[in-house]
Structures are given as C-alpha cells and as structure tokens.
C-alpha cells in the first residue's frame, strides 16, 4: 500500500511542478512588458532582432506597442532599455525555475 501511496505523491509532485512552471511562465510573459517613449512593448527576441538590424532613417523608425498604436522608436535607447530589462526578467525567471526544480526534488 506504501508503494501505492509513494507513486501517487510523486504524480501529484510532478503536476504540481507544471502548473506551476505554467504559472511562472504566464507570469513571466506579463513581466517582459516595458515603456518606450509613451508606448508599451513586449521584450520579444524578434523585435529586437528588427530593431537592431534597422538601418534606415533612424528618425522614421516606429513600432506598433502592444496596443496597436504606432509609436516613434529612438533606436539606441530602445534597445538599451530592451537589453536591460530583458536580462532582468530572465534571470528572475531562471532563478524562480530553479527553485522550483529544487522544490520538485523534495
């Protein structure tokens, strides 16, 4: 009967666990959200990858926000601002992930 109890604690550990990655993650994605010069964007890997490749007229670039509305982009500060809380919303991710994988290993 141990046995019996010993498997369905480690399937209801292993669900746990993904839900709450599920969770994490959701939460994560609402993170990645910054301001930009009156507009609100998403810190996504293909609008920095376009952003950073720009090399037209760097005083017509502008970018639909999360909104749908178009707001004029000053390419270096966005993608400093971009880098920065990028990196920081992934390594609280990474951090938060881990202990989540210590908890699970309990």
Do not use: C
């Not at 400093?80 to 919303?89: A, I, M, N, P």
């Amino acid at each position: 009967m141990s046995e019996i109890n010993d498997l369905v604690n480690q399937v209801r550990q292993a669900t746990d666990y993904q839900i709450n990655k599920r969770m994490l993650q959701e939460k994560i994605q609402t993170d990645l959200h910054f301001t930009h010069n009156g507009g609100l964007f998403k810190a996504d890997p293909a609008q920095y990858a376009f952003v950073m490749l720009w090399q037209g007229d760097a005083d017509a670039l502008f970018l639909l926000d999360t909104y749908g509305n178009p707001i004029k982009i000053d390419q270096q500060e966005f993608v400093r601002q971009f880098t920065e809380h990028y990196q920081k919303v992934m390594n609280r991710w990474h951090q938060q992930h881990a202990e989540l994988r210590k908890l699970r290993k309990i």
